[in-house]
Nanobody
């Protein structure tokens, strides 16, 4: 399975962007991560596809929404009220097989995802 992200770009603070992640095959979990220059890669949102449960980091809760678009077969990240601090490379990550622990407790860990996209740049000024 391969992942391809799209939708990044440059926007002004307060504006919105929608990122999309297309998987070439079935995946069970999808997470969106971001990495700013000089910083660790951090999880921002995750979704458990079969049920639709979603999870968010505190820094984006209330501003970002992760969702599955069944018609387009994508997992999207709607980002509203963007701030300069949201500037980063955004990565889509996925896992096919069930995790041994509740996804709700492990979704932030990079280790549970075994498929990664190439990333899409988001710049907020």
């Amino acid at each position: 399975v391969q992942l391809v992200e799209s939708g990044g770009g440059s926007v002004q603070a307060g504006e919105s962007l929608r990122l999309s992640c297309v998987a070439s095959g079935y995946v069970r979990y999808v997470g969106w991560f971001r990495q700013a220059p000089g910083k660790e890669r951090e999880a921002v949102a995750g979704i458990y596809i079969p049920v639709g449960n979603t999870y968010y980091s505190d820094s984006v809760k209330g501003r970002f929404t992760i969702s599955q678009d069944a018609a387009k077969d994508t997992v999207d990240l709607e980002m509203n009220s963007l701030e300069p601090e949201d500037t980063a490379m955004y990565y889509c990550a996925a896992r096919v097989h069930a995790v041994g622990t509740a996804y709700g407790r492990s979704w932030k860990s990079r280790l549970i995802y075994d498929i990664w996209g190439q990333g899409t740049q988001v710049t907020v000024s």
